[in-house]
């Protein structure tokens, strides 16, 4: 029996969260009856929860559950193996694979609060050192993992993130007569959201009609200088703040965008670029962490603080259509080169390799 921590169906959708749902519905395809997806009590994703069959353990929830309620539950059933793929495990139960997706809040801290840094500080190495092996989503985050926590490389194994199949191009005629650029950002300081918004006023000179759509929580947490921001950009008339929006608007927005703009720091893999190209939108991305790695020569890559750089990228998708098509091309063929069917077999490889009746 191999169980699957599944505490991540009580947590806010993030690509964490996505992460592990859509390759815990490949598992359960895969695997059959051979996998059972436990978690808390306090589910919030109903839905897949029914799809994947989970039981619900223990009494406790969050950080307690994982760390008491889930070991006690695994050694009444034989201390089987357990994967975890939400970054967080329990300590003291060895028989594990773990995920840790990056280490942003090591490298920026200032997106979280104290008290999420200091919790994370004492776990993660504790959780990477009593596990057997270790997944992570990209080349750029096994580095970093490898050469902060000193972890031996052939421990980890990247397992990539992919797109949902229900993105796809969608034509809407009223977003179709709209001239938007697109951005998908929560307010934090890894995000570099700022940049969108200047190089985006920049090419608004050069580019007449010109709007910004953001998607993402406009809540600045604790990353106070974002507020005066927040407030500029409620008065901007060319400015729409969309909030959170279900998938199924996301691809409209997604499939009729002038151009996505992602000018992150800091991803440790930055799923929205392949959702804005599995629905044809030309990508503008920063080249730091592991954007380049996930985009290659399918976007066009900007330095992160150059506003100049990803203001002219507009402007030339703005007005020149043989790139823009080039570009919608392009990321469809990258788009290609991501599987969660792909990335589910290797996890059971893995898997095979710690367990010979699997």
Not at 57 to 85: A, F, V
Not at 238 to 245: A, K, N, Q, S
């Amino acid at each position: 029996m191999i169980i699957i921590n599944a505490r991540f169906l009580t947590q806010k959708l993030t690509g964490v969260q996505r992460f592990a749902i859509e390759l815990c519905l490949q598992m359960k395809e895969r695997f059959g009856g051979d996998v059972q997806f436990v978690a808390p009590y306090n589910i919030i994703h109903t839905e897949i929860a029914e799809q994947l069959g989970a039981v619900v353990i223990g009494k406790k929830k969050g950080h307690l559950w994982e760390q008491i309620d889930l070991p006690i539950y695994l050694k009444t059933k034989g201390s089987p193996i357990l994967i975890c793929l939400g970054n967080t495990a329990p300590v003291f139960y060895h028989n594990k694979i773990s995920t840790l997706h990056d280490i942003m809040f090591i490298r920026y801290p200032k997106t979280f609060s104290f008290k999420f840094r200091m919790l994370y500080r004492i776990l993660i190495p504790r959780v990477l050192h009593t596990s057997k092996h270790i997944f992570t989503v990209s080349d750029f985050s096994k580095k970093e993992i490898c050469d902060y926590y000193n972890v031996n490389p052939n421990k980890v194994a990247i397992i990539y993130n992919a797109v949902n199949g229900m993105f796809h191009h969608i034509t809407d005629n009223v977003l179709g007569k709209e001239k938007y650029l697109i951005t998908v950002s929560s307010f934090k300081e890894n995000k570099n959201f700022i940049m969108a918004y200047k190089a985006f006023k920049l090419a608004q000179k050069y580019v007449e009609g010109l709007k910004l759509y953001i998607i993402g929580d406009v809540k600045t947490g604790s990353f106070n200088n974002m507020d005066v921001l927040v407030s500029q950009l409620q008065q901007d008339k060319d400015v729409v703040l969309l909030g959170r929006v279900a998938d199924t608007e996301l691809i409209k927005f997604y499939s009729n965008a002038m151009a996505f703009v992602f000018p992150s720091f800091y991803e440790g893999f930055g799923i929205p670029v392949l959702e804005a190209q599995a629905c044809g939108c030309p990508v503008i991305s920063s080249d730091s962490s592991a954007l380049l790695e996930v985009l290659g020569d399918s976007a066009i890559l900007c330095n992160s603080n150059k506003e100049n750089d990803f203001a002219k990228a507009i402007i030339k998708i703005a007005q020149d259509k043989i790139m823009s098509e080039y570009l919608v091309r392009r990321g469809y063929e990258n788009v290609k080169r991501f599987s969660w069917g792909r990335s589910a077999e290797y996890i059971r490889d893995i898997i095979k390799s710690y367990d010979d009746e699997y």
